[in-house]
T-cell receptor
Framework: DGGITQSPKYLFRKEGQNVTLSCEQN?????MYWYRQDPGQGLRLIYY???????QKGDIAEGYSVSREKKESFPLTVTSAQKNPTAFYLC?????????????FGPGTRLTVL | SQKIEQNSEALNIQEGKTATLTCNYT??????LQWYRQDPGRGPVFLLL?????KEKRKERLKVTFDTTLKQSLFHITASQPADSATYLC???????????FGAGTRLFVKA
């Protein structure tokens, strides 16, 4: 069954703690993305990776870090430097076919800072 | 700066009617415009893509129009059903790009 899995579904963090959100895909897509979604706002791009061992900052990368050691995995670490981390985090992959791009999203992780 | 605007107010319609959602954008020249559906607490799901040189695209009960002069896309759901209730996101992308920008979405409620 192909798809994207994100874990955990819900995550609670104390202030000052780093937490890592998992994203795994078996779609064999090269590009992967992390977005943050806040109420009333569009998805905002945190980081993206076009290929293994390479990634670029998105529009709101401060306070976050990523790695891309394997094609299937793109974990996101929310560091203590992120001042307002409570949000819904979405991981996505990109399929390019026929000259067009289509993003596939995981189910999301809801992070709450206590 | 680049901006996508979708109606922030929820759209309430009666079952069987046509729902029409609007997406306007500024300071951007997209090659593609996409529509996604998002259910509460879940990730968005791709619905339709329309290219800059296409005026209209249809898929079953869905129809999308794209006016690059007005910088606007309209998304229609005909013969709407309660199961169509969700948030619909508009997204823009440039040719050959790896970055997509998303609107905040419009919440649709279809009443039986």
């Amino acid at each position: 069954d192909g798809g994207i899995t994100q874990s955990p579904k819900y995550l609670f963090r104390k202030e000052g703690q780093n937490v890592t959100l998992s994203c795994e895909q078996n779609l064999n897509h090269d590009a992967m993305y992390w977005y943050r979604q806040d109420p009333g706002q569009g998805l905002r791009l945190i980081y993206y990776s076009q290929i293994v061992n390479d990634f670029q900052k998105g529009d709101i990368a401060e306070g976050y870090s990523v790695s891309r050691e394997k094609k299937e995995s793109f974990p996101l670490t929310v560091t203590s430097a992120q001042k307002n981390p409570t949000a819904f985090y979405l991981c996505a992959t990109l399929l390019t076919r026929g000259g067009r791009n289509e993003q596939f999203f995981g189910p999301g992780t809801r992070l709450t800072v206590l | 700066s680049q901006k996508i605007e979708q109606n922030s107010e929820a759209l309430n319609i009666q079952e069987g009617k046509t729902a029409t959602l609007t997406c306007n954008y500024t300071n951007y020249s997209p090659a593609y415009l996409q529509w996604y559906r998002q259910d509460p607490g879940r990730g968005p799901v791709f619905l339709l893509l329309i290219r800059e040189n296409e005026k209209e695209k249809r898929k079953e009960r869905l129809k999308v129009t794209f006016d690059t002069t007005l910088k606007q896309s309209l998304f229609h759901i005909t013969a709407s059903q309660p199961a169509d209730s969700a948030t619909y996101l508009c997204a823009l992308e440039k040719a050959g790009g790896f970055k997509t920008i998303f609107g905040a979405g419009t919440r649709l409620f279809v009443k039986a």
